[in-house]
């Protein structure tokens, strides 16, 4: 897929430059906490991730986002 492709589809963009999509929210089984299930779109191979909500609507240390949520066409 190309970065093109991916733009397309992406919900996210991570600090580091990578092309995510958001499936959905979950919640894990043992402690109720909060999951956010995401595609890697671009650059590298595609694959479903999990990762706490809380992280993944964190800031970094300077402040800036670690997924930042990008302009969706409506």
Known sequence: MTEAEALAL???RHYKGGLYRVIGV?????TEESMIVYEHLW???H???????ELFNGA???????FK????PL
Do not use: Q, Y
């Not at 694959?47 to 909500?53: E, I, K, S, T």
């Not at 949520?69 to 969706?72: C, W």
């Open 69 to 72: 949520a990008l302009d969706i």
């Open 43 to 45: 650059p590298h191979d």
């Open 26 to 30: 979950a919640r894990h089984s043992e």
């Open 47 to 53: 694959g479903l991730w999990v990762r706490p909500a």
């Open 10 to 12: 992406a919900t996210h």
């Open 60 to 66: 970094l240390a300077d402040g800036s986002p670690r």
